[in-house]
């Protein structure tokens, strides 16, 4: 019997079950943070949606590590996870750094991703170290803040300068570009 692998997805929610009340949730800040340090000293950097003091919706474009690349075939596509947290921002031993971005007022959780989604900014792909979040996380801050969803542009700056820091040792460290694939 042949086995056909099913379409890749890059898109995944998590809950999938809860996907549409996920997306309708009201965001009234976005934090970017970095994570733990990883294995070269850099960190992973991801988004989470402020709904209230105990929710947010996490945006984490994560590579697959076995999905090879289209453009770069030596690296490998990446999964935009959706998911629904109990908490505001991660738990403080994970988050090494937090920085808070205020959004424009009746803002949702799906006006941020139907705008990566048009872009199709959740087609990306990493390099064959598993590296790119952080260019990937600039570039949408850049696009969250030209559509108007992100109101305070030293925030957004603010935002910018830390992805360019390994946290904790606040050590600069040049972005690591991923690409688009069509």
């Known amino acids: 019997m042949n086995y056909q692998r099913p379409p890749f997805e890059p898109l995944q929610f998590v809950p999938a079950r809860d996907r549409e009340t996920m997306l309708d949730l009201p965001v009234r800040g976005v934090d970017v943070v970095a994570h733990d340090p990883l294995e070269n000293g850099g960190n992973h950097w991801c988004f989470y949606l402020n709904v209230t003091d105990t929710t947010s919706v996490q945006v984490d474009m994560t590579p697959s590590y076995s999905i090879p690349g289209a453009t770069n075939p030596n690296g490998s596509k990446g999964f935009l996870i959706i998911s629904y947290l109990e908490h505001s921002v991660p738990i403080s031993t994970t988050a090494q750094k937090v920085v808070r971005m205020n959004a424009r007022p009746g803002c949702r959780a799906r006006d941020f991703l139907n705008l990566i989604l048009s872009q199709k900014r959740h087609q990306y792909e990493f390099n064959f170290a598993g590296e790119g979040c952080r260019f990937w996380t ?28 390994k946290w904790p040792s606040g050590v600069w460290y040049p972005l690591v570009v991923g690409t688009y694939y069509p």
Do not use: C, K, V, W
């Open 138 to 165: 600039t570039q949408q801050i850049d696009l969250f803040g030209r559509s108007g969803f992100l109101i305070n542009p030293s925030q957004a700056e603010a935002a910018r300068d830390a992805i360019l820091t």
